[in-house]
């Protein structure tokens, strides 16, 4: 059983439970049918930690929940989405104050990460473990964002409550954007009125997004959480829906941090940033942090490892197993760069992956995430002909 953890509305008084309820350890508590009759009694199963299988969703999600969206004409061009998606959050954010259709603008954003995450998720996962550009702010939230949707996703979210999350990831640094990009690049330690601005940021972005006319209290109260461990909430507040959106809103936060580079430290590998984060939240205890672990794998792509044939690469797709990626050779055994990278399968056992390799070695080289991902409009050559792509 993959278990989904209920919230306090997925449970309502009177009502026959239309799933067996199981706890963290997959002990069955309430069998389906069962009637709770007291508000109490709901608030001790969601303390205790209620979980459903996730084949038990299509019932989980609320009756009023809308449709998925029709899907659209697949992203021909997703990296070039990618690259206007980011540019209209980095305009959003940017004249924020001056802009007056603020929610309609974020509402058209939003579901574009969401697309681009379906459309092609190692590419969005590449772009994020490969990012070294200027505009922080703005990155990390798209980052952010992309973790967020994947990890929800990968638990089963209705789409609905997906919007909301999107939002409040994209919106979330809101109350510190001019400062969050100097930070990025800031040897010295903090300055106390730097320190007062972090700590008020999630508070002040409530406020400006409510000056800006965003009503929906989930997006709002997630961005005023997402530093709030759950445990330091109350019990009433954690179990809210807005609390579970800024609980995968943090996680992803953290991680996408962790795997950035400051000027004050390079980035860490996606195992050791992977190991920390599942560490400091839960571990398997905690179901979104073992969504993430599942949805990333050990070698996310964009991670550098070395292979057993001696060669570098990077990794560009997830494999069928965790740790068995499809990765891009670019160095030879004697670290010689190859002309054109040769794609490796490292399910086999020659080309097995047996470690990772610092970011910094591929600093020197040029990579066109278009052409690597078989998404460049007119290709002269095709090394990666090896691969499928959903073309
Ligand atoms: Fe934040």
Redesign the pocket.
Known sequence: MRPIRLNRNAVHLNEPLPWDVFDAGGTLLLRRGFRIQLPEQIDQLIVRGAYVADTALPAYAPAAARPERERKTPIADPVGVWQRTEGRLSKLLHDFERTPDFVARMREIAPLVSDLCERDADLALFQMMRWHGTNYAVAHAVHAATLSELISRRLGWPQHQREKLLQAALS??VG?RQMQTSLASQTSPLTGAQREVINQ??VRGLCLLESAGVEDQDWLRAVAL??QPPESMSARMRHGSAAQLAEVIRLS?IFGAKVSPRASRPALSADQALRETFIGHGGSDNPLVAALVRELGIYPPGTGVRLSSGEVGLVMRRGERANEPKVFATHNRAGQYYMEPVVRDTARSQFAVVGTVPAERFQQLTINPARVFGYEARTRLRPFDSLEFEL
Do not use: V
């Open positions: 979330m640094n510190m940021h999630p997402h530093h936060d």
